[in-house]
């Protein structure tokens, strides 16, 4: 394994791994070591950086938009860390338009100018909210349903039929249509 990932120029998990066309991420120590870009089909790329020296020289690169964001939105120092912490997409929204530009991507363009793509970096993340996307609507289709108005909304409940003999009616409701019912859908 260790060879391998020599050949392929990874010798060192703790340094950044990435694609530096489309961003996307070596998880390193994390599982297994991606090799190549799964969107791109290149190889990934061991930069000099430590993961940690990587993600401090990108919030270099953000230096006093937090301000410009806080004063433009007009919210305190507490509010704009609350929306950061909520990862409220505002803030990005905001970012990008004082940065005029996505600033991950203007970041990943500054530190790879030859092999930065915007549009593989684009069209990765749309992927990426899709698989997102699909996969809640998964969840949520297979979440069980009231059988009358087909909310989720719905929980087990149980009525004491006779406690002396532990004998209890096992039923769901619906909270938003009220509906009691036997089986969810
Ligand atoms: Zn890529
Ligand atoms: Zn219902």
Redesign the pocket.
């Given at each position: 394994m260790q060879k391998y990932l020599q050949e392929n120029g990874i010798d060192d998990l703790k340094k950044k791994i990435l694609?530096t066309?489309?961003?996307?991420e070596g998880n390193g120590l994390m599982g297994a070591v991606k090799i190549k870009?799964e969107?791109?089909n290149?190889p990934m790329v061991q930069t000099g950086y430590g993961i940690r020296e990587f993600a401090i020289l990108y919030n270099e690169s953000l230096e006093g938009v937090s301000l410009k964001v806080m004063d433009s939105m007009g919210i305190s120092e507490r509010e704009y860390q609350d929306m950061i912490r909520r990862r409220d997409p505002r803030i990005q929204d905001e970012m990008a338009r004082i940065k005029g530009g996505n600033p991950y991507a203007l970041f990943l363009k500054e530190q790879f100018p030859g092999n930065f793509n915007l549009t593989?970096f684009e069209s990765?993340n749309a992927q990426i909210k899709q698989e997102k996307e699909q996969k809640q609507r998964e969840i949520e289709s297979q979440k069980p349903r009231c059988p009358r108005c087909g909310s989720t909304d719905i929980k087990r409940n149980h009525r004491v039929i006779n406690s002396d003999i532990g004998l209890y009616e096992k039923y769901y409701i619906c909270y938003n249509c009220m509906n009691k019912f036997k089986r969810p859908r």
């Open positions: 694609c066309r489309c961003g996307q870009c969107y791109c290149i593989a990765r």
